[in-house]
């Protein structure tokens, strides 16, 4: 009994070793790069700017939707006062002066 059980052991640990050889490591594929929602946010109005419709649809694709919305709000509020600040205006009337609209 005990030898067959020496036999087994034996067999077990020569499959082991042999596979053990054989085994190759795997290839470690380079990480994917992932993109935060400030990142695609930028990417995405700098290709909206320059009407870059495969620029916008990589930085679309690189978050969720909510997530762009969320960054292209923030940049456009941190344009805003970047901008009111270097023409000494408001914020409301540099927005409105964006886009096109009369003075309030």
């Not at 995405?44 to 694709?61: G, K």
Request: include cysteine; aromatic fraction near 6%; charged fraction near 30%.
């Amino acid at each position: 009994m005990f030898g067959r059980l020496r036999e087994i052991w034996h067999r077990k640990a020569t499959v082991a070793a042999e596979g053990a050889e054989v085994r190759r490591p795997a290839k470690r594929r380079p990480e994917k790069r992932t993109h935060n929602l400030f990142e695609a946010a930028a990417a995405y109005v700098s290709a909206c700017a320059e009407d870059d419709q495969e620029q916008i649809d990589e930085a679309a694709a690189w978050v969720s939707p909510e997530a762009l919305s969320f960054g292209v709000n923030e940049l456009a509020c941190r344009a805003v006062i970047a901008l009111a600040r270097e023409r000494d205006e408001s914020p409301r009337t540099v927005a409105r002066t964006l886009l096109g609209l009369p003075a309030a």
